[in-house]
Nanobody, 126 residues
Framework: QVRLAEFGGRTVQAGGSLRLSCTASDFAFSPYGMAWYRQAPGKECELVAQITSGGGGTTYASSVKGRFSISRDDVENEVHLQMNSLEPEDTAVYYC???????????????????WGQGTQVTVSS
C-alpha cells in the first residue's frame, strides 16, 4: 500500500474554478490509469474522473462531464483535476488513486483513502 497526497482544495464561490493536484513520492504513476474520487456529506463515494495510463483516454461522471477535466504529467509524477463552473453539489472531499477499485468497489475507495490520510476538501459556496 502506497500513499498519495492531494492538494489544492479550498472554499470557492459557485461558478468559480479550482485545480487539484495529486502527487506521490514513493511510486510512479506512469504504469497506471489514475482517477479522482469524491465523497460529499451524506453521499456515497463517487468516481469523478479517470485517465488511462498513456493519457489518451478520459472518462467522467455524468455529474461533472463538461465541467471537470483530468490530466496527467508523468514526468512530474502528477495528476490534476481542473474544476470549472463549480456548483455547491461539488462540495466534497476529493481523493486521488489508481482507477482500479479495491475489494468492495468504488464505494469502498473513499473510506480506504481517508483512513490513509488522503483527501483535500473542496467547499463550494452559493
Amino acid at each position: 500500500q502506497v500513499r498519495l497526497a492531494e492538494f489544492g482544495g479550498r472554499t470557492v464561490q459557485a461558478g468559480g474554478s479550482l485545480r487539484l493536484s495529486c502527487t506521490a513520492s514513493d511510486f510512479a504513476f506512469s504504469p497506471y490509469g489514475m482517477a479522482w474520487y469524491r465523497q460529499a456529506p451524506g453521499k456515497e463515494c463517487e468516481l469523478v474522473a479517470q485517465i488511462t495510463s498513456g493519457g489518451g483516454g478520459t472518462t467522467y461522471a455524468s455529474s461533472v462531464k463538461g465541467r471537470f477535466s483530468i490530466s496527467r504529467d508523468d514526468v512530474e509524477n502528477e495528476v490534476h483535476l481542473q474544476m470549472n463552473s463549480l456548483e455547491p453539489e461539488d462540495t466534497a472531499v476529493y481523493y486521488c488513486n489508481s482507477d482500479y477499485p479495491p475489494p468492495g468497489g468504488v464505494e469502498r475507495m473513499c473510506d480506504l483513502l481517508q483512513q490513509w490520510g488522503q483527501g483535500t476538501q473542496v467547499t463550494v459556496s452559493s
